[in-house]
């Protein structure tokens, strides 16, 4: 007998990621969206276009108070993700949101709280790890063995600003949260699952090269790292990939290992093509074989499936909370602590 699709609705689309996420959902042919909320009636106009199927709710309350939806999925205003979150696990929901799911220690530790006395589940869309073929290669490469031990981790995540497009509130800080917290929570994300939880943050410093006319904007960050297992990391973010570039900004992760080393470029290869998408490769090299380049277009990403096998199973796998909460944890304490180089 066909299981039933989970249902599920749609809070905030004030990042274009909901509509990865959304459609994603869709796709597995397991899921249904009953209904959205958002506010604005520019994002609302968007949603129709992409989703016309998909019914427009009168307010939040009707999404959360509905009995027969299962899951929330957001992609509110940073600093809404956190109460929102509280607000759908005490209504019975379990809650799907982008990155960065937090912009508070404080918002964190209600969550952390909440999902405890609920039982609900928490997933977040790491896209840079859970939706990229080369990260999935890299850590099943890092997992078996293939360059020993993991000694060093560099995560550079730049990024396109595109000034003109991005909404208002992404230049308030309460709002936005910070360049740490928004763009090198992927990069740190990543180094939490391959240190074996939560990292130490030994420094992280932030600053405003190209955006003298915001100071509170901070358009660069970088942090260091030490992990459970001994690993190192230096992570960088910025808002300073050219408009020339081919993808969003060249998105990049290192992987030094005791028996070899690794690249995931993640985006684009300015080594092979400079003027299209040229991601999902990964480079390796190991004292056993000399370098080369192994394609990851043919792997198949499955946090969608996941996510509604977990719903509907009550576990928590795809997207574990400890792991999550620690990720969240020291890339808040990174972006809260970091030295200003610029104002």
């Known amino acids: 007998m066909e299981a039933m699709k989970i249902k599920f609705g749609v809070i905030g689309l004030n990042h274009s990621h909901v509509f990865a996420?959304?459609?994603?959902?869709l796709?597995?042919?397991?899921?249904?969206?009953?209904a959205y909320f958002a506010p604005e009636k520019e994002l609302q106009a968007q949603m129709q276009k992409a989703s016309p199927q998909i019914p427009l709710a009168r307010n939040a309350a009707e999404i959360l108070e509905n009995p027969d939806i299962q899951l929330v999925c957001s992609a509110s205003i940073n600093n809404d993700r956190g109460p929102l979150?509280?607000?759908?696990?005490?209504?019975?929901?379990?809650?799907?949101?982008?990155?960065?799911?937090?912009?508070?220690?404080?918002?964190?530790?209600?969550?952390?709280?909440v999902q405890r006395e609920t039982g609900r589940l928490w997933f977040v869309w790491y896209g840079e790890r859970l939706m990229d073929?080369?990260?999935?290669?890299?850590?099943?490469?890092?997992?078996?063995?293939?360059?020993?031990?993991?000694?060093?981790?560099?995560?550079?995540?730049?990024?396109?600003?595109?000034?003109?497009?991005?909404p208002a509130w992404m230049f308030v800080p309460e709002q936005y949260g910070g360049i740490i917290n928004d763009v090198g929570i992927h990069q740190i994300e990543m180094f939490?699952?391959?240190?074996?939880?939560?990292p130490t943050v030994t420094s992280s410093r932030l600053g405003n090269f190209g955006t003298p006319d915001i100071p509170s904007f901070?358009?660069?960050?970088?942090?260091?790292?030490?992990?459970?297992?001994?690993?190192?990391?230096?992570?960088?973010?910025?808002?300073?990939?050219?408009e020339s570039m081919p993808t969003f900004g060249d998105i990049r992760n290192i992987l030094v290992g005791t028996k070899g080393m690794m690249e995931l470029r993640k985006t684009v290869d300015l080594a092979v093509d400079n003027n299209r998408f040229t991601g999902h490769q990964l480079l390796l090299v190991t004292n056993e074989k000399a370098p080369h380049r192994i394609s990851c277009e043919g792997i198949k990403v499955t946090l969608y499936d996941d996510i509604?096998?977990?719903?509907?199973?009550?576990?928590?796998?795809?997207?574990?909370?400890?792991?999550?909460f620690a990720a969240c944890r020291a890339t808040l304490e990174a972006q809260s602590r970091a030295i200003r180089l610029t104002q």
């Open 21 to 25: 996420m959304v459609d994603g959902l």
């Open 27 to 34: 796709k597995t042919g397991q899921a249904e969206c009953v």
């Open 85 to 113: 979150a509280v607000q759908a696990m005490r209504h019975g929901k379990d809650f799907f949101v982008d990155k960065p799911a937090v912009t508070t220690l404080s918002d964190l530790d209600e969550i952390e709280r």
């Open 133 to 166: 073929p080369a990260s999935q290669k890299g850590i099943e490469l890092l997992e078996s063995g293939v360059i020993g031990r993991l000694v060093n981790f560099i995560g550079l995540g730049p990024h396109k600003l595109r000034r003109p497009t991005r």
């Open 192 to 198: 939490t699952h391959l240190g074996g939880g939560k």
């Open 218 to 242: 901070h358009d660069f960050g970088d942090a260091t790292l030490t992990a459970p297992n001994g690993a190192t990391a230096y992570v960088r973010v910025d808002w300073f990939t050219p």
């Open 308 to 324: 509604i096998r977990d719903v509907r199973e009550r576990q928590n796998r795809c997207v574990p909370h400890a792991a999550s």
